[in-house]
Structures are given as C-alpha cells and as structure tokens.
C-alpha cells in the first residue's frame, strides 16, 4: 500500500539509520488465501513505514503454514505429523520487533492468533546470553481490524502476552479500524465512489503512524543499549541452590 502524503513526509524527513534492525509482522487473518486479507492491507502500511526507513521488514501470513496449537517448541513430537513453527520461530529470533495483526470475530483476536501466542509461548524457557527471557531487548506491537468492537480488549491482549513473555512494549503500540458497526466493508474494500474503505481515516491512519515510529524509535534504543540490564531479572540467580554473587563479575552478564 502507497503511503499517504504525511507518512511520507515523516520516513523523508528521517536521518535516524534503523538499517541494523529487522521487523517481522505476522498475519493471523482467519483468510486461507493472504491476497485477500483486510488484516494484511493495513498491517502494510505499517511494513511500508519501515521498508521506507531501511528496516528488514518481512511479513508472514500464518495461514501459509502449518502450525499446530500447543505449548510445546515441536508439535511433531507430541503428536503432530508436521509442524513449521521451528523455522517461524528463526525469523522470530532474528526480528527486533514482532507485530502481529489479527481480525476481530465476537470481539476478540482469532483463533489463529491465540495459536502463535501459545507457539511463541513455547519458547518462554529461552534466555538470552544474560540469563533474561530470550524476548528480551525485542520490541512489539498489534495491528487489528474488523467492523466489530473490540480493537482495545484485542490489543490488550496481545499487548499483554507479548510483555509478560519478555518483550518490551512502547506507548501507543496498537492501531486498527473497524468501520461502522455491523455488516459493511473491511478495511481496503473499494467503494462506490472508487476509494478504499478505511485509507483516508484519519484516526487508523494517525494511530498506525504513531505505533509504527514509536516501534522504531524504541527498538533503536534497545539495540544501542545492548537490550535490558541483567540486574535483577536473571533466571540463572533464581535456579533451586544457586548461590549467585553479583559481586562476582562471572556471575554478571
């Protein structure tokens, strides 16, 4: 999706270098084909914003792939014949930031996006180098859409999963657009009069804006920061026995 003129003002006017950073924004649309999806045509804008900034920015519609439900890193050795979260969970490693983007149905996020929240809560018993939850210094956000309430109980969520599993949440790190309430056109459905529904509304398109550029901003931060100090949230000092010395520099990450 083309960007509009104040968007594109913002990424022209930007001299901060995001080059180093990679974004991954997963789609979990309950839409099998990911041409089709409502979900994915907002969630490019946000795409777009990075892009523009020099950022890696891939998206991934869940729905391609085959991800069982389950709480455990490999669904094939509980039962399942085929699992493809391993390789997703790569790219998810590799992103600073992780968006995900979920339609509403009866005022909640889907039933797909409940999966990847179990899936990436497989992982929770990760540490990174510094003994910290492996979603540590990582950034996150959510993208929802619908023509249902329920945009702010979704985001809250989502918000919520993502910070307890680790990530670091900014202000402002949701957006979305539901439209008039009941039956009616999904975001970037075209109209009557030739134009696509949701793309000139000022409050999704300012809301999008704000996530996407506090995203970045924070991200850079944390990359620069070399992520969250280990002080006092480092699991090993927590193990049954350990006696742990932060006196002792090879006790400190």
């Given at each position: ?66 991800v ?12 399942w ?7 997703i969970?790569?790219k ?68 919520f ?5 680790g ?42 804006t704000i996530?996407s ?21 480092d ?19």
């Amino acid at each position: 999706m083309m960007l509009n003129d104040r968007q594109e003002a913002l990424c022209a006017a930007n001299r901060t270098d995001y080059s180093d950073l990679k974004a991954l924004l997963i789609n979990t649309s309950l839409t099998r084909d990911s041409a089709q999806s409502h979900t994915a045509t907002l969630m490019s804008v946000v795409r777009e914003i990075f892009s523009r900034n020099g950022m890696q920015a891939e998206m991934l519609h869940l729905l391609d792939h085959q991800v069982p439900p389950g709480v455990y890193p490999d669904m094939t050795e509980h039962g399942w014949d085929r699992d493809d979260w391993p390789d997703i969970w790569q790219k998810v490693l590799a992103a600073d930031i992780l968006v995900i983007g979920s339609p509403l149905w009866l005022g909640e996020e889907s039933s797909v996006c409940r999966v990847l929240i179990e899936r990436l809560y497989a992982m929770s018993g990760e540490l990174n180098d510094k003994g910290q939850s492996i979603f540590y210094g990582k950034t996150g956000g959510c993208v929802i859409t619908g023509n249902e309430d329920g945009i702010k109980h979704a985001a809250m969520t989502i918000g919520f999963a993502l910070s307890h599993l680790g990530y670091t949440i900014p202000p402002q790190a949701d957006c979305g657009w539901i439209g008039e309430a009941g039956p009616g056109p999904s975001y970037g459905d075209a109209l009557d009069d030739g134009s696509r529904a949701g793309f000139d509304n000022e409050f999704t398109q300012r809301n999008t804006t704000i996530m996407s550029w506090n995203l970045l901003h924070l991200a850079r931060m944390l990359k620069d920061a070399g992520g969250l100090p280990s002080h006092g949230n480092d699991r090993r000092a927590w193990k049954a026995g350990c006696r742990f010395d932060y006196a002792n520099p090879e006790h400190r990450a």
